[in-house]
């Protein structure tokens, strides 16, 4: 079945540094994938989706300028979170859409295990 | 735009028991519904989903879930529960928005299975 890897699954850093995370489908091509957050005993939040070759588009409320998102390839985003603060310690899920039979209508998203960031 | 309720965000079962976990859409357009689980700390793992066709859709770990369009549910059932069901599991809907097709989810039930 379709595999989604994320690196890191954990990762502590301190306030005011940056911290990349990958997000990678190992055996399919993903031209799109989503960034998700996901805060303690709550749902997920759809951060923004992240598109090969093109900028991010990211939902309303999300800064754009604090979670850099690149699609550099098929099988490769990245989110990074610049100047992180302690408010930025969540649970980041990111998922690939894996097209079906061809129709871009007809697809499914495979999840990635997550990542924990914590900042102090 | 589209939304998806579950109704009780802790279900407690006894092993064996049967299980019902409860799910309201609202959709303007025929939904696709998806079913998912998270264990802790891990990512979603897809239980089933329902594009078109059958409503009564089988998935994996013997979890089904029936699409009733007239009740704009989508219920997940499993006639017995194990001890190895105990986990969050989310209902989502597909909305059509910015050119994409997105994922809404409710906001989760957590399932507690005793024995």
């Known amino acids: 079945g379709a595999v989604v890897s994320q690196h890191p699954s954990r990762v502590i850093c301190k306030s005011g540094t940056s911290v990349k995370i990958e997000c990678r489908s190992l055996?399919?091509?993903?031209?799109?994938m989503f960034w998700y957050r996901q805060f303690p005993k709550k749902s997920l939040m759809l951060m923004a989706t992240s598109n090969e070759g093109s900028k991010a588009t990211y939902e309303q409320g999300v800064e754009k300028d604090k979670f850099l998102i690149n699609h550099a390839s098929l099988t490769l985003s990245t989110l990074t979170v610049t100047s992180a603060h302690p408010e930025d310690s969540s649970f980041y899920i990111c998922?690939?859409?894996?097209?079906?039979?061809?129709?871009?209508?007809?697809?499914?998203?495979?999840f990635g295990p997550g990542t924990r960031l914590t900042v102090t | 735009a589209q939304s998806v309720t579950q109704l009780g965000s802790h279900v407690s079962v006894s092993e064996g028991a049967l299980v019902l976990l409860r799910c309201n859409y609202s959709?303007?357009?025929?939904?696709?519904l998806f079913w998912y689980v998270q264990y802790p700390n891990q990512g979603l793992q897809l239980l089933l989903k329902y594009t078109t066709g059958a409503t009564l859709v089988k998935g994996i770990n013997g979890f089904e879930a029936e699409f009733k369009k007239s009740e704009t549910s989508f219920h997940l059932t499993k006639p017995s529960a194990h001890m190895s069901d105990a986990a969050e599991y989310f209902c989502?809907?597909?909305?059509?928005?910015?050119?994409?097709?997105?994922?809404?989810f409710g906001a989760g039930t957590r399932l507690a299975v005793h024995p």
């Open positions: 055996d399919f091509q993903a031209t799109t």
């Open positions: 959709s303007s357009v025929p939904p696709y």
């Open positions: 989502a809907v597909s909305e059509f928005s910015g050119g994409y097709n997105k994922l809404i």
């Open positions: 998922s690939a859409r894996l097209i079906l039979a061809g129709l871009t209508s007809v697809y499914e998203q495979y």
